[in-house]
């Protein structure tokens, strides 16, 4: 199901301009970096259909979601380096739920420099509320590497199955 006006229905369909393109893809998932005022190097798993709740999940995308999530943080934190990387699943929108999707979010000591040594949900709160969005420049090259990294993770996880 595809809904209009529903930002990861948007991106994923062009009606909204996705800085840096998608990174990788599976059967049911998507990965692109955050268009919204997060950090750098802050990925977004999100289904393709418009999934509401983990419980929604078919069997497909239940099952990719462990790995996925694995090679996303293990894609952040190869390129980022972070202190520590959170995984955050958000889908409540101002009224209703929206569009499933699932942050992956390298936190370094820059960034928590940057936001009053602030951690956690303190940090995301400041981050979303500060409204500091990444230079789209930055998300781009950012966007390349990462998309070779998944690339290579793919290759070496092909390599393995045979």
Same mark, same amino acid.
Not at 124 to 145: H, S
């Given at each position: &199901? %595809?809904?209009?006006?529903? +930002?990861?229905?948007?991106?994923?369909t062009g009606r909204r301009e996705l800085?840096?393109?998608? +990174?990788?893809?599976? /059967? /049911?998932? $998507?990965?692109?970096?955050?268009?919204?005022? &997060?950090?750098?190097?802050?990925?977004?798993?999100?289904? #393709?259909?418009?999934?509401?709740?983990? /419980?929604?999940? *078919?069997?497909?995308?239940?099952?990719? @979601?462990? !790995? +996925? +999530?694995? %090679?996303?943080? #293990?894609?952040?934190?190869?390129?980022?380096?972070?202190?520590?990387?959170? $995984?955050? &699943?958000?889908?409540?929108?101002? *009224?209703? #739920?929206?569009?499933?999707?699932? /942050?992956?979010? !390298?936190?370094?000591?820059?960034?928590?420099?940057?936001?009053?040594?602030?951690?956690?949900?303190? @940090?995301?709160?400041? &981050?979303?509320? *500060?409204? %500091?969005?990444?230079?789209?420049?930055?998300?781009?090259?950012?966007?390349?590497?990462?998309?070779?990294?998944?690339? =290579?993770?793919?290759? =070496? =996880?092909?390599?393995? #199955? =045979?």
């Open positions: &199901m %595809d809904v209009t006006g529903c +930002l990861g229905c948007d991106l994923l800085p840096g393109g998608v +990174l990788h893809e599976t /059967a /049911a998932w $998507v990965v692109n970096h955050v268009v919204g005022p &997060m950090n750098l190097g802050t990925l977004i798993v999100g289904p #393709r259909d418009h999934v509401v709740a983990i /419980a929604e999940l *078919d069997d497909t995308a239940a099952a990719e @979601l462990g !790995p +996925l +999530l694995r %090679d996303t943080a #293990r894609v952040v934190e190869t390129l980022c380096q972070p202190e520590q990387t959170y $995984v955050c &699943m958000w889908s409540h929108g101002r *009224d209703a #739920r929206k569009h499933l999707h699932i /942050a992956v979010q !390298p936190v370094t000591a820059e960034v928590r420099a940057r936001y009053g040594g602030l951690r956690s949900e303190q @940090l995301q709160a400041r &981050m979303l509320a *500060d409204g %500091d969005k990444p230079d789209i420049t930055e998300v781009e090259r950012f966007c390349e590497r990462a998309r070779e990294l998944f690339r =290579s993770i793919a290759d =070496s =996880s092909a390599e393995h #199955r =045979s």
